[in-house]
T-cell receptor, first 113, second 111 residues
Framework: QQPVQSPQAVILREGEDAVINCSSSKALYSVHWYRQKHGEAPVFLMILLKGGEQKGHEKISASFNEKKQQSSLYLTASQLSYSGTYFCGTEDAGGTSYGKLTFGQGTILTVHP | DTAVSQTPKYLVTQMGNDKSIKCEQNLGHDTMYWYKQDSKKFLKIMFSYNNKELIINETVPNRFSPKSPDKAHLNLHINSLELGDSAVYFC??????????FGPGTRLTVT
């Protein structure tokens, strides 16, 4: 069963902030975040491995609440280049997933000048 | 310098034909994947190989057969193509279960 992302779409002005959520019904080992621009391949943003872990990458950061089986991606002071579709990919806990990611349905982020 | 490459980039073919997509990675990764992305952008894993061994085989029709001749290559052969096979197919690679690097994709159109 795929994780559920919210919101499905968000429109921002440059400089505004956004939060994208990813929620799973299963116990998770890790959460990956990717961004895909139109006509291009998904590009890795970050991976979160431990409960309560937070990571940052420039103005993009993420958190992972292992107990709630949820992850959130935070985009601050958005730039035009942030536009694209954001996917979370979850890896189930249990040690037998072998890196298998189940992706959410995606969140379309549009940043306007 | 291309990390993960796929050929061809576009593939247009008729129903019933057989086609192959090739993937190569020069990152030294030990795990490679095939994903299918449909028209609604849903990205779903199909297969995964670790050191030439098949480790993930999702519910995919038998018409799809992956082959990994070595750690750096993973090909996908599709027999008797159907309209529903039209999609973008992405190859990806990773070091064990770490971050995955995707190839540019192959847009398959079956007419």
């Amino acid at each position: 069963q795929q994780p559920v992302q919210s919101p499905q779409a968000v429109i921002l002005r440059e400089g505004e902030d956004a939060v994208i959520n990813c929620s799973s019904s299963k116990a998770l080992y890790s959460v990956h975040w990717y961004r895909q621009k139109h006509g291009e391949a998904p590009v890795f943003l970050m991976i979160l491995l431990k409960g309560g872990e937070q990571k940052g990458h420039e103005k993009i950061s993420a958190s992972f609440n292992e107990k709630k089986q949820q992850s959130s991606l935070y985009l601050t002071a958005s730039q035009l280049s942030y536009s694209g579709t954001y996917f979370c990919g979850t890896e189930d806990a249990g040690g037998t997933s072998y890196g298998k990611l189940t992706f959410g349905q995606g969140t379309i982020l549009t940043v306007h000048p | 310098d291309t990390a993960v490459s796929q050929t061809p980039k576009y593939l247009v073919t008729q129903m019933g034909n057989d086609k192959s997509i090739k993937c190569e990675q020069n990152l030294g990764h030990d795990t490679m994947y095939w994903y299918k992305q449909d028209s609604k952008k849903f990205l779903k894993i199909m297969f995964s190989y670790n050191n030439k061994e098949l480790i993930i085989n999702e519910t995919v029709p038998n018409r799809f057969s992956p082959k990994s001749p070595d750690k750096a290559h993973l090909n996908l052969h599709i027999n008797s193509l159907e309209l529903g096979d039209s999609a973008v197919y992405f190859c990806a690679s990773s070091r064990h279960t770490g971050e995955q690097y995707f190839g540019p994709g192959t847009r398959l159109t079956v007419t």
